[in-house]
């Protein structure tokens, strides 16, 4: 049973945008290739997402404006083990002045009913309709707001693991 869903973004999350120097994990960007477009990524953060992705209590799912195109073209570029995780899609959202990766959220929530849930998003520091939903859940769902530039820390990381 899934007592945890994991929502993950890609943008600013595995892939900072314009990363330079080295990682936050100690070593230096990799680059490769996601059939569209190159992306930069720290493959330690590949490894503990993988890592924590053979949890039987934890459902991962993309929450991403790449969409399909995550499991379809990023995974196998930097060998994440994401291929099978669900996608929410952006179809039918946004009509109104909600974020659509709010609404899509809150919707998976309601159909899925896990105890808690973690959302990692770069935007997320920006959207104050999320972080008052968030107030509302209370301790059922943590919020992590990755530097755009540096993708999701080891820091970041550790919250999440903690959190579980």
Excluded at 2 to 15: A, E
Excluded at 46 to 60: H, I, M, W
């Amino acid at each position: 049973m899934t007592n945890v869903s994991l929502y993950l973004d890609v943008d600013g999350v595995i892939c900072p945008f314009g990363a330079t120097g080295s990682t936050d994990w100690g070593s230096a960007w990799r680059s490769s290739d996601a059939g569209l477009l190159e992306v930069s990524y720290a493959a330690e953060l590949v490894t503990a997402l993988n890592d924590l992705s053979g949890r039987p209590d934890l459902r991962f799912v993309w929450l991403t404006s790449w969409e399909g195109m995550a499991p379809e073209f990023l995974c196998p570029a930097i060998g994440l083990d994401g291929r099978r995780w669900p996608v929410l899609a952006s179809d039918g959202f946004g009509g109104s002045n909600s974020w659509w990766k709010l609404q899509a959220i809150q919707q998976d929530l309601e159909t899925i009913a896990p105890d808690r849930a973690v959302w990692i998003d770069d935007q997320l520091d920006f959207e104050r309709e999320a972080h008052a939903w968030a107030e509302y859940l209370g301790a059922r769902l943590l919020l992590i707001s990755p530097h755009p530039r540096r993708g999701l820390s080891r820091a970041e990381l550790e919250s999440v693991r903690a959190f579980l």
